[in-house]
């Protein structure tokens, strides 16, 4: 056994330990095209699909906010299907490999297709301007661009307001890499597009910002013979979705979520079931934030703790107090004064509304641990809804695994971001041709080192030498020749 093999068997062993629910797809050898038809083969429970109608009737309000009617009923949405939906993605302009993967990899057995189907992408809007997948603005060519101020950093994607300018190329400018005229061409073109995709009259605040960015960068990374192949991408912001579901569900005193926020009983036993599951709270609000998030003065999020009856502040952070009362809570809603966490937007669209999740390594992770804790507090407030929640699939894994790259002879296999992508002209009929038959093992072993790192205890992880590079198989053997050379 070779030091590669060797050392797989260590990333294996690993994983299969602490993170087996990705372990299970170590053997999934089915190319990736098929793959994904199957995962996107989804049948809900009748009264899933009941709710789901209320659901779509606000994804649909939200999009016209931003889009017309007629972009709508071009892109050819699956409004009569049982939703299956990614919520990988993080509520920004397309940028990382990952991100870009997710959307990808979840539609890869359309791409391309005579008659696509528009795609909703449900995305985390909960996270700062400068994240992981973002760094404050996009990468081009191993440069970070920042496209957003320092000052503004911190500022959550859900709470900021329209910018009036993305200076794409004035971070090129600034940056002391030494462009080529073609590199340079690419961040001219984009630069414009930015400015007036994300500026039209319509548009109110970044999270229509990052809708209509998306919605056609998206066709920017498939070269120009493709693109009216692809499927139309909205991306909704899960956390507006999410406000606005409770604002219908707290019109119903009887309603659930109602009963959950604002019953003293039913709020104590979900309090409990769901203590120190990810993505939730723990008992010290180290982690997390009961119900919602509070928004500052300067769109910051404020972590919120139960105290009888209200929300409040946690310590060291500004003052805020909401009473769960549905009147206090619409009004905040409103007000954009709050935004719901990760418990109510996954349990209204998921375990209430029966949407699938298309997730990533963690997130399948963390969907299989609220599945498990709205079993338990079910059992407790409302048995009626247990065979509902357990028909949900929480394992339609799509994150993680990056298929956006490319080969040079100096460096091998090398991540392609969003505007490397698009400054190579998009992907090629043939790039696709291939990635739609390279097996999810394969395209999944690449990315065994991050998630290894990720999730394997420290007391257990052994010293890892090889690199995703080591791991790119010859499956992919073809990455290095499809690109276009501009």
Not at 9 to 15: F, P, Q, R, T
Request: proline letters at 5%; charged letters at 25%.
């Amino acid at each position: 056994m070779n030091d590669i093999e060797q050392q797989l068997k260590v990333l294996h062993d690993g994983i299969r330990i602490d993170a087996p629910l990705v372990a299970d797809f170590f053997e999934e050898h089915t190319e990736l095209a098929e793959y994904t038809k199957q995962i996107n083969a989804y049948t809900a429970h009748p009264t899933h699909r009941e709710r789901q109608e209320v659901l779509k009737k606000k994804v649909k309000e939200l999009l016209l906010l931003t889009f017309s009617e007629e972009e709508l009923a071009h892109a050819n949405i699956p409004w009569s299907e049982d939703w299956k939906i990614n919520i990988v993605d993080h509520h920004g302009i397309l940028n990382h490999p990952i991100l870009v993967s997710t959307n990808i990899i979840s539609n890869m057995f359309q791409l391309p297709a005579e008659k696509p189907k528009g795609v909703v992408v449900l995305s985390d809007s909960g996270v700062p301007l400068n994240n992981f997948f973002h760094k404050r603005g996009m990468k081009f060519c191993g440069e970070q661009l920042n496209i957003f101020p320092s000052r503004d950093r911190h500022v959550m994607a859900y709470a900021g307001k329209k910018q009036q300018h993305f200076p794409l190329l004035e971070a090129a400018e600034r940056s002391e890499k030494k462009w080529s005229e073609a590199e340079c061409a690419t961040l001219k073109k984009v630069d414009e597009q930015l400015n007036t995709w994300g500026n039209a009259p319509h548009v109110a605040n970044y999270r229509q910002q990052v809708q209509r960015i998306n919605f056609h960068l998206w066709k920017e990374l498939f070269e120009e013979s493709l693109r009216e192949k692809m499927p139309d991408i909205f991306y909704i912001s899960n956390e507006e979705l999410g406000g606005q579901m409770l604002r219908h569900f707290l019109q119903d005193s009887t309603h659930l979520f109602t009963r959950i926020l604002c019953e003293e009983k039913t709020r104590e036993i979900v309090v409990r079931s769901f203590m120190n599951v990810t993505g939730c709270w723990d008992q010290d609000l180290k982690r997390g934030s009961v119900f919602f998030w509070g928004i500052d003065d300067e769109q910051r999020k404020i972590p919120l703790q139960l105290v009888g009856n209200t929300l409040t502040s946690a310590p060291g952070f500004p003052a805020f107090t909401l009473d769960l009362t549905p009147h206090a809570i619409i009004e905040a809603l409103d007000f954009e004064r709050i935004y719901p966490g990760m418990f109510l937007v996954y349990g209204i669209a998921h375990f209430h509304c029966g949407i699938r999740p298309l997730v990533g390594y963690g997130s399948m992770n963390y969907q299989t641990r609220m599945k498990e804790a709205w079993v338990r507090a079910m059992k407790e407030i409302d048995p009626m809804e247990l065979p509902l929640i357990e028909s949900i699939n929480t394992r339609g894994f799509i994150g993680g695994p990056k298929v956006t790259f490319g080969w040079n002879a100096q460096n091998g296999f090398e991540d392609f971001f969003a505007l490397d992508i698009v400054h190579r002209g998009g992907m090629t009929k043939e790039y696709l041709q291939h990635l739609a038959q390279t097996p999810l093992s394969a395209v999944l072993q690449p990315a065994l080192i991050d998630i290894y790192e990720s999730y394997v205890r420290p007391e257990r992880r052994q010293n890892i030498t090889i690199t995703s590079n080591d791991l790119m198989n010859d499956h992919f053997e073809w990455v290095k020749n499809v690109w276009k050379v501009n």
